[in-house]
Nanobody
Framework: QVQLVESGGGLVQTGGSLRLSCAASGHTDMLLAMGWFRRTPGKEREFVAG????????DYVDSVKDRFTISRANARNTVNLQMNNLKPEDTAVYYC??????????????WGQGTQVTVAS
């Protein structure tokens, strides 16, 4: 089993930046892919970004391309999401996820508790 803990959420003005981090523990040998989802009240959870084990494959939802960057730390059990030029529509609870393959990342195995990101207009 893998435990995921997010950090770095908060309140920011439109156009500002935030950096989310997710630390994994437990069976980290299963961390072949990691990523982020988000949920806005009244909406389904939305895939935001994902990255494979080696860090050489990434995927993003169209609405965040060229603004968000996902990366993995050297230890491989930490994933970061750098969010730039934030917009009010980015306001959501952001969840860290993992899966045992990059192709399965949009149906994750485990979820973190989530961290709130609020972008003020």
């Amino acid at each position: 089993q893998v435990q995921l803990v997010e950090s770095g959420g908060g309140l920011v003005q439109t156009g500002g930046s935030l950096r989310l981090s997710c630390a994994a523990s437990g069976h980290t040998d299963m961390l072949l892919a990691m990523g982020w989802f988000r949920r806005t009240p009244g909406k389904e959870r939305e895939f935001v970004a994902g990255i494979n084990w080696r860090g050489d494959r990434t995927d993003y939802v169209d609405s965040v391309k060229d603004r968000f960057t996902i990366s993995r730390a050297n230890a491989r059990n930490t994933v970061n999401l750098q969010m730039n030029n934030l917009k009010p529509e980015d306001t959501a609870v952001y969840y860290c996820v993992h899966a045992n393959s990059f192709s399965k990342l949009k149906a994750p195995t485990s979820w973190g508790q989530g961290t709130q990101v609020t972008v003020a207009s």
